[in-house]
Structure formats: C-alpha cells, structure tokens
C-alpha cells in the first residue's frame, strides 16, 4: 500500500519531494487535479466533490494514507471526509490534511503575531482561526487573501509570482508581524524570496508536514506496517499540460493519465 498525496495542482509535490527525502523507504502515489486547478475560487460543495473524488480515487489505486496537500480542500473538505467518506466506505483508511499541523507548528515556534496568506476560500473559511483558537489563545492570526499566486507558480513564473506578492501585501507586514504562514502549498516555492524579502519567520508546509507524517506513522504502526517499501513515486494529473512538463519530470518515476 501507498502513501497518497493529493493537491489541487502541483504544488502538493513539494511535499511529496520533502516528505520522500525523509522516508524513502515508502512509495509514493501523487494525484494533482490540474483540471479543475485553481480550487481558491471554487464553491464549497465544488470543493468537497473534486477532493472526494480524488481521495477516493487514491484509495482505490493502493493508498491507505492520504495527505490532502491542498489548503483549500483542507479547510473545506477534510473533516467532512472523515465523518463519511471513512466512515461508510473505507473504514481502514486515514485521510490527514495540512492546517492542523500548521497551527501545532505556530504554537511549538513561539509566533506571537502570525500574517497568514492563502486562497480566498483558505482565507474565508477562517479554519486556521478555528483550529488555532483550539489550542491557544496567545496567538494573534491575521489573514490575507493572495489569489494570485497559483497561476504564476503553476506556470514556473516564480519572479511574477514574488513581484504580485510584494505589491498585495504592501503596508501589511509590519513591525508587529513575527511569523508569516504560507497558508498554500503551492506558495513553498516562494519560501526563500518571502524570508529575504521581510526578515520574518516563514511557515513553509513542505518542512514541517514531512516530519508530522513520520510522527504520525511512528504513532500508529497499524497503518505504518501496511505500506509498501519500494521507494518508487507514481505522479498522476488530470490534464496535461506542455508548462507541466520540466516540474513534473523533476518527480516522477512512471506515469500515467
């Protein structure tokens, strides 16, 4: 059996890449659902369909764990997933998503005031504020919507994307801030330019989820005795695309459509 990644694009494998530096051991099966790609503008029930679709088509290809890499279908999605989709139909499977470790990781880093940046379904959804409400109330979050981020990052328009970036948050990082979350995966290709460009501390999902899926298996071994050793990646999208190629070839071992 497979861990399973799934994103609304791309941006979920460097996930997958930093999650496989430190577990090589396992192998891997990834589903970026470019079809439908960018999720931040979509309706919640649009949401929940695409993820439920994916997910399940993770399961029944060979995962029993899947990381929903997406902050937009985390936030929509993934306790609905739980409370269903696991329950009546894949009782032995685990479904995680990406907030909750990410607001573990604001509270065990000490942030104090925290900008988050994400979709506007992220943003407006305001899971990030739930959740860290749960286990802290030191924490001062506040969010702002970047929407458009994901085409220029989809497109490997990193400058573009940094120079949008830098004019949408104009005025908004100021002195107070100590902590910036990069609320999607996508933006982790951006980690490097945000820490130069401001001189805060950067949340980026590809360092931290690795390690909290290595803690989770070591917790559950029921689910980590389950999967396969091959060290192999299996990369699957919903549509092709020729700008896909060089980011895609970076990763994939075999593919299919």
Request: glycine share 6%; with cysteine; hydrophobic share 35%.
């Given at each position: ?99 909750i470790p990410t607001v573990e990781a604001l509270v065990e880093c000490g942030a104090q005031n925290v900008l988050l940046i994400g979709t506007r379904r992220t ?135």
């Open positions: 059996m497979k861990i399973g990644f799934f994103d609304s694009g791309l941006g979920g494998l460097t996930i997958l890449k930093a999650t496989r530096e430190l577990l090589p051991q396992y192998d891997y099966l990834y589903f970026g659902d470019t079809a439908n790609l960018p999720y931040g503008d979509k309706t919640e029930e649009e949401i929940y369909e695409f993820t439920s679709s994916a997910v399940r088509r993770l399961f029944d290809e060979g995962a029993i764990l899947v990381i929903v890499a997406c902050n937009t279908a985390s936030a929509e999605s993934v306790r609905k997933l739980q409370a269903t989709m696991l329950v009546d139909e894949y009782a032995n499977r685990k479904v995680l998503g990406v907030i943003v407006s959804s305001g899971k990030y504020e739930k959740e860290l409400k749960k286990i802290s109330s030191q924490i001062k979050l506040t969010s702002h919507a970047t929407p458009k981020l994901v085409p220029f990052i989809e497109s490997g328009n990193i400058s573009g994307a940094c120079t949008t970036l830098e004019i949408t948050l104009q005025g908004e990082v100021g002195e107070e801030i100590d902590t910036i979350v990069l609320g999607c995966t996508h933006y982790t290709l951006l980690k490097d330019n945000v820490r130069s460009l401001y001189r805060k501390r950067v949340i980026s999902q590809d360092e931290i989820i690795p390690v909290k899926i290595q803690t989770y298996l070591e917790k559950h071994t029921e689910i980590k005795s389950t999967h396969s050793l091959g060290g192999t990646i299996t990369v699957v999208v919903s549509r092709e695309d020729a700008r896909y190629e060089k980011i895609l070839n970076e990763y994939r071992t075999n593919t299919r459509e």
